[in-house]
């Protein structure tokens, strides 16, 4: 007995050491990717072509870099709060609507009256809180309905999420909510521009590498949130909750207080993931703004296991996806359709990988 | 009682197991173990928990396969592909859970599996009725499951093996859920199943069911044959050296009477003396269940400082109920519950703790522990504020207390920071009595099952701890369906039957058979 290996079976936590948990799925993302290139071959489309466009969309030109880089941080943050919620044994497929409130409230208060005009980055930072705040409850939401009544979670967030996506859609129709003023019959259905104050800074100030302080952030919640999980009374209750709220409760552990707390935090993080894309990048409102990142960061959290670092190469690995397969459609030609098979695929691979690894491990 | 059958002499094996190997993982569960079982023979199979028992009916059965070794039936290779392989061939198997459907009738359920197209009920019902007078089993056959005692309910598994008219019967661990008269009505039928030509094998860790029904004998521990007898009987004493590999004069009486060894002896402390503060008063608890039954019936008890008392009962007679109530998990419908001057009547789990109550949950699993967590933060799940400062948990401070508990609770694991679920039975439940007998203002202590599932060496443990805090002065209300461990270990035992107090009695050893008629429903 070492106590290394007391602190692995304590913490729970990732272990980085050479084996197929490395290779493995790297080896699988090969194997998706070359089954991608057939697929793309099958149709007729220039495989050399796609690839060209992919690697440009990605780490091509510095804006691409930082698009990707952008898009990561997103997809951590949804997956942050999925680990976090996960550790109690709570699934929170409510992403996509924690982001979409979240966009909603940071536009709303970045419009609303001086707020462009605060100092000291409260322009903002006050968005970010309200995002923050508005996700939260609409997590919290979701929680008080399993305490209260025994809602499974995974309902209750799916359905919520059905409404944050309403809930937006019907703010940037309504000129009584945040459209912007009709002028003429062609006005479009979105909001207003945020004020520049109330963009998010960028972090070399170059407008062609628009990489924006999301970045160091989405890095610092990381850190957060390991350490709670970690090293905090309150990732241990999490973890007791989550393994056997029962015998929790008889430790006089509050299973409400936990489950609230959790489901408020995950819809913490997806608020913000929501302020991130409206005031780091897009700057307006628009319909179906969160486009799927909310699933796509669900995805990131499930095939983490668990892991901080894990959601981080999975939220990297879907940022570089997508802003690849957005390329590849637009310079290449290869249809939407396609590129989702692709990612799918990798989904599928990476899932398949752990569970070899699993298997292996368990083995030796 | 001495063997008449036929068998023990030398016919030819009905199944013969030669060499063994089953692992779990990095375990072994079984390591070559060699057995031949006879046509007409009752052969037991010994051992304490963990020793390989049902891994080895597991293997016969069907639903594991050996990692090694071989096995033939009738003269043939046997390798079963599954359990519904096994039945098809002759051997079917009692399991330590029932697995009925409470809410269909005894037919039904013997059908279940076996009806092709039209259930032809009749001709089952008639089938029963033959079982029932060739073997000692009456069950009326349209009664429904959950109307039935435990005992009843057996028989209908037995019943539902019978009549595919196995060769080779195997029964896990039948007698532990029993009452005494029941128990001596299924060695009744082992034997009239063997006399029929077949071959019965009985798993069990009590003794005296093996003195009674056994013609043969096989002891696993940890994995291997230790002993095998023709002669159990005359044995008696070396089996248990061999099942426990210790000598029977050190075992502990308390630890002696689970086996069933020997006469049960009164072990228990100095009484203390009468009219102390009483520590732990229950008046009038009562409980219905969700369908407006009643499980725990006006249950009113009090429990003096320093004093034991046992609560007696076949499984299921409200046990349960009281337990939760006292442990803060289940509300009562009425009644109240104090410990000295304060109201603990429906109070959070959280506070009965703070109150100074120290809980052993009938079920570890479920309520008693998290297996998914480190022993160190199982011993101090319910204190875990006292290792935190600014929110942050000291692992350091955690663990070096949870080395010196495991020292002192004698709970042996690879270390502080070891899975919970890695640790046996028998660990896992010191660890537990650990925490909630150092409870810093500990006043009583409620113990459902303590030693269920534990082998003799913590049983021993586990009571040694209960006598000590009692010595203490700690109030112990001891809950238990093994009537020897009470008798053995208690001042008090008062007696529950569908949710009433039969009757109080004196922990007599000679009054065993009365606090048994009570345990039946018997008023005394």
Redesign the interface.
């Known amino acids: ?1 070492t106590t290394l ?6 913490d729970r936590g990732p272990r980085f050491t050479l084996r197929p948990s490395l290779f493995v799925p790297i080896a699988a993302v090969a194997f998706a990717a070359a089954v991608g290139l057939a697929l793309i071959a099958a149709i007729g489309v220039s495989v050399p072509d796609a690839i060209e466009a992919f690697v440009d969309g990605t780490i091509g030109s510095p804006y691409a870099l930082a698009a990707s880089l952008n898009r990561a941080c997103v997809f951590a943050l949804v997956g942050f709060g999925f680990v976090l919620a996960n550790r109690a044994n709570l699934t929170n497929v409510g992403g996509e609507g924690q982001i979409a409130v979240g966009g909603i409230a940071a536009t709303a208060v970045a419009l609303y009256g001086h707020v462009a005009d605060l100092p000291l980055g409260l322009a903002f930072i006050l968005p970010m809180l309200a995002a923050v705040i508005a996700g939260a409850l609409w997590g919290a939401l979701a929680a008080v309905l399993k305490v209260k009544s025994g809602t499974n979670e995974v309902i209750s967030t799916l359905l919520l999420s059905f409404i944050g996506v309403w809930l937006l859609y019907w703010c940037v129709q309504s000129p009584a909510l945040l459209r912007k003023p009709m002028t003429s019959s062609a006005t479009l259905p979105e909001s207003l521009e945020i004020p520049d104050a109330t963009q998010l800074p960028l972090l070399t100030g170059d407008y062609g590498f628009p990489v924006h302080i999301g970045l160091p952030l989405t890095l610092l919640i990381a850190l957060v949130v390991g350490v709670l999980l970690a ?7 999490l ?2 909750v989550g ?2 709220p ?9 299973y409400a207080k936990t489950v609230i707390v959790a489901l408020a935090g995950a819809g913490a993080l997806g608020g913000l993931a929501g302020a991130l894309m409206l005031l780091g990048e897009q700057h307006t409102l628009k319909d179906g703004f969160s486009s799927g990142y909310g699933f796509d960061g669900l995805v990131a959290g499930l095939l983490s296991r668990g892991s901080i670092p894990g959601v981080i190469a999975a939220s990297l690995l879907f940022g570089f996806m997508r802003s690849g397969g957005i390329n590849m459609e637009m310079v290449a030609a290869v249809p939407t359709a396609l590129v989702v098979v692709i990612q799918g695929l990798i989904v599928i691979t990476l899932a398949g990988a752990a569970l070899f690894i699993e298997k292996w491990e ?1 083995r030796t | 009682m001495i063997s008449t059958s036929p068998a023990a002499g030398a016919s030819a094996p009905l199944l013969s197991l030669s060499a063994v190997t089953k692992r779990f ?1 990095s375990f072994t569960a079984l390591s070559e173990v060699s057995l031949d079982l006879r046509p007409g023979e009752v052969h037991c199979i010994l051992g304490e928990n963990g020793a390989g028992k049902s891994t080895l009916c597991n293997v016969m059965f069907g639903v594991h396969k050996p990692d090694g070794g071989a096995m033939s039936y009738r003269g043939a290779a046997y390798q079963p592909s599954g359990p519904a392989d096994a039945l098809a061939q002759g051997i079917a198997m009692v399991h330590q859970h029932f697995s009925l459907v409470g809410d269909m009738s005894v037919v039904d359920n013997v059908l279940l599996g076996r009806g092709r197209g039209v259930l032809n009920r009749k001709e089952c019902a008639r089938q029963l009725a033959k079982l029932a007078t060739d073997y000692g089993l009456p069950l009326d056959p349209n009664a429904k499951i959950d109307d039935l005692s435990v005992g009843e309910r057996q028989r209908v598994e037995i019943v539902k093996c019978l009549i595919r008219d196995p060769q080779l019967f195997v029964l896990d661990e039948p007698t532990a859920v029993l009452l005494p008269d029941e128990i001596a009505a299924l060695l009744q039928v082992c034997r009239r199943v063997a006399a029929s030509g077949r071959a019965v094998v009985l798993v069990t860790h009590k003794l005296a069911e093996i003195k009674e029904v056994a013609d043969r004998v096989t002891v696993l521990r940890g994995g291997r044959t230790v002993a095998t007898s023709d002669a159990p009987a005359r044995d008696i004493d070396a089996l248990v050296r061999a099942m426990i590999h210790g000598d029977v004069a050190e075992l502990d009486g308390t630890a002696a009477s689970t086996l069933g060894l020997g006469k049960v002896e009164h072990v228990g402390h100095q009484p203390p003396p009468r009219g102390k503060v009483e520590a732990l008063q229950i008046d009038g608890l009562t409980v219905k269940d969700r369908q407006g039954v009643t499980r725990l019936d006006n249950f009113t008890l009090t429990v003096d400082r320093g004093e034991i008392v046992g609560v007696a009962g076949v499984e299921g007679n409200g046990q349960s109920e009281l337990a939760a109530v006292l ?3 289940m509300t009562p419908t009425s009644g109240r519950y104090y410990l000295g001057e304060a109201d603990l009547t429906g109070r ?3 506070e009965i ?2 109150a100074g109550v120290g ?1 052993v ?1 009938e079920d570890r699993h ?9 022993l ?2 199982n011993i101090y ?2 204190r ?2 006292e ?2 400062r600014f ?3 000291n ?1 350091t401070a955690l ?1 070096r207390d949870a080395t010196t508990l495991m020292r002192r609770f004698d709970v042996r694991a ?6 919970f679920s890695s640790l046996s039975g028998g660990n896992q439940q010191k660890a537990v009595l650990a925490r909630e007998i150092t409870l810093p203002n500990l006043s009583c202590l409620v113990a459902s099952q303590p030693t269920r599932g534990l082998d003799v060496g913590a049983v021993a443990a586990v009571y040694g701890h209960i006598r000590e805090a009692c010595g203490r002065g700690i109030a112990v209300l001891l809950v238990s369906s093994e009537l020897d461990e009470l008798l053995s270990v208690a001042d008090r035992i008062v007696v529950l039957y569908r949710g009433r107090i039969m009757g109080t009695c004196p922990a007599d050893p000679a009054r065993k058979a009365e606090i048994g008629a009570m345990m039946a429903g018997q008023a005394q």
Do not use: Y
């Open positions: 007995m290996d007391q602190q692995n079976s304590l090293k905090t009374i309150f990732g241990v209750r973890r007791a393994l056997n029962v015998a929790a409760h008889r430790a006089g552990i509050s368990r | 993982g442990a803060g998990m959070s789990p959280k703790t703070a809980i949950s479920a309520v008693g522990c998290v297996l998914g967590m480190s160190a933060e799940l319910n875990l504020d290792f935190t929110g942050f948990l692992r663990q690879r270390g502080p920071g070891a899975s």
